[in-house]
């Protein structure tokens, strides 16, 4: 019950993802069939058309050809009609999956992001997302449509020959649908998911420290482990080949067979005078008109435990802890950002301990301390990210206390750590924070953040960027990114290591800058630098 339970919710969770797009695959799946009702009709006439041509039957044989031309002519026009609605549907499906499945990897608590690899991610949001629409928009439907065409061609060819139906069923290799061939087909679509997976995430990390890579000259091992990570997925993807020849290869030999049993009982009751040319012809031609949906279905059972393995990893990105929304409160006037007994720790090891302290606008403080001492717990912390084993964060505006939230978020101006730049103008990365900042306000901005260099750049302030600020210094993308921050306009400017890769003079310009632009602020730098210690009117030494 429980494993029929799951695939309910799961089954419908995808329906409920192609609303607006259901009568447009019902529109579809009724041009494939009108189509295949021509075809069978094409079928009728092409009898008539042989049997009039050898006067076996009296009629008229060119109206009889022009019904054939024009039921394969409008079975053509629907067909296509009926494939570019499904194709319109699977580019919108696709998108709505992967929009959704973004968005809710952008909403997961930290707790619940940090179970996936990102390169895991990415191929379930490419692969995983194919197979899940192809099922829903081309399989699904095609597999109804073939219901009927079976359907239509069976009791044709049943009210033509009731025995040559009935054996054309009974070597139907109905082993393809038992459960032993289910268990066994599904366990080797989850290796190769799994394997899948396993490359992407290889793929995506040789790629994102490419540099880090070379510079630790450790090529051959990153390759060497991309290597093996595609030959398992290499292997894991025979074993499903085989399986499938296999199976295959039985199916083909079935329906070989039939079609020479068709072909034998034909030829003798043409041979015995029992039927015509004609119905010979429309015999062979409903026989393969059986078989390929037959074949149809039966190739569905494969598609559908893909489609399965993959809906159940699509789904755990949708699962897990998400932030609580809540709607953004900002406050324009002084705050107080005061930290009561707080403290924290990662499974069984604490990080912070009992933290008592207040930050105050107009008074700068270093937060400072040994590596895992706390620093960085201590930013998630403030920016809401995970929340505290006891204690409390609380931002003090006109007197009333406000918890530290998702809400409150909107108030902090953050500058992470390292290189966090987009792929993209320089322009597109500043209006991230404020989509309504005025040049004026840009240059300002930069001013501030002594990355006044980039009008000096060929296109200026629409300078492209690469990936990881690609184009730039380490110290030029962090001077963008500090201006970023500033257009954000948060009450409480909060900067992780952001001097980390400016020279002593630089430091000591865009800190004095900092602090003259952010005096009605409250300023927290965390830092090892002793310029900006030494700078700063409190310090928080982290033990």
């Not at 079976?150 to 459960?179: E, G, N, R, Y």
């Not at 970023?484 to 001097?499: K, M, N, Q, V, Y």
Request: charged letters at 20%; proline letters at 2%; glycine letters at 6%.
């Amino acid at each position: 019950m429980k494993t029929l339970e799951r695939i309910r919710k799961m089954l419908g969770w995808a329906w409920s993802m192609t609303v607006s797009l259901r009568w447009k695959l019902c529109m579809a799946v009724l041009m494939e069939i009108i189509s295949a009702a021509l075809m069978l009709y094409f079928v009728y006439c092409s009898k008539k058309a042989i049997d009039i041509a050898m006067d076996v039957i009296p009629g008229s044989l060119k109206m009889m050809l022009i019904h054939i031309v024009l039921s394969v002519s409008f079975s053509i026009v629907m067909s296509m009609a009926g494939a570019w609605i499904m194709e319109y549907s699977r580019n919108v499906l696709m998108m709505r999956f992967q929009n959704t499945l973004t968005h809710a990897q952008l909403m997961k608590s930290w707790e619940t992001k940090k179970q996936l690899h990102t390169g895991d991610v990415l191929v379930r949001l490419t692969t995983d997302c194919s197979d899940v629409v192809n099922m829903i928009v081309n399989t699904f439907p095609t597999l109804i449509v073939t219901c009927v065409k079976l359907t239509a061609s069976l009791i044709f060819l049943w009210v033509m020959d009731p025995i040559l139906a009935q054996l054309i069923l009974a070597i139907t290799p109905l082993f393809l649908f038992s459960k032993l061939y289910y268990r066994k087909m599904r366990k080797i679509t989850k290796e190769v998911k799994q394997a899948e997976s396993f490359v992407g995430v290889v793929i995506q990390e040789n790629l994102k420290f490419r540099s880090l890579i070379q510079s630790l000259m450790v090529n051959d091992v990153r390759e060497k482990k991309l290597t093996e990570a595609q030959e398992s997925l290499f292997r894991t993807r025979n074993s499903y080949l085989n399986f499938s020849i296999l199976s295959q290869s039985i199916l083909k030999m079935t329906f070989d067979g039939g079609y020479l049993l068709a072909f034998l009982w034909g030829v003798y009751r043409l041979h015995e005078g029992l039927i015509s040319y004609g119905t010979m012809v429309a015999f062979l031609q409903l026989v393969a008109r059986v078989q390929i949906p037959i074949f149809s279905i039966v190739s569905f059972v494969p598609s559908s435990i893909k489609f399965r393995t993959a809906l159940e990893r699509l789904m755990e990105l949708n699962l897990g802890i998400w932030e609580d929304y809540q709607h953004p409160v900002k406050f324009t006037s002084s705050l107080t950002l005061k930290v009561n007994n707080l403290s924290f720790q990662y499974d069984d090891t604490e990080v912070i301990r009992n933290l008592n302290v207040e930050f105050k606008s107009g008074v700068p403080t270093a937060v400072t301390g040994a590596s895992g001492k706390g620093k960085t717990t201590l930013i998630r912390l403030i920016l809401a990210i995970i929340k505290p084993a006891s204690g409390s964060l609380n931002l003090i505006h006109k007197g009333k206390s406000h918890e530290i939230s998702v809400a409150t978020r909107n108030n902090i101006s953050y500058v992470p750590q390292g290189n966090t730049l987009f792929y993209g103008t320089i322009r597109e990365n500043l209006l991230l924070a404020d989509v309504n900042a005025t040049d004026d306000m840009i240059y300002k901005a930069l001013q501030t953040s002594c990355a006044m260099f980039v009008y000096d750049l060929p296109m200026g302030l629409d300078t492209m960027v690469g990936e990881m600020g690609q184009g730039l210094s380490e110290g030029q993308a962090q001077r963008i990114a500090v201006a970023r921050a500033l257009l954000h306009g948060g009450s409480i400017w909060l900067f992780d290591e952001t001097t980390s890769a400016l020279d002593s003079d630089m430091i000591h310009k865009i800190f004095n800058n900092l602090i003259e632009a952010g005096k009605d602020k409250i300023l927290i730098f965390v830092t090892h630098d002793s310029y900006v210690k030494e700078g700063c009117s409190q310090i928080i030494q982290l033990d």
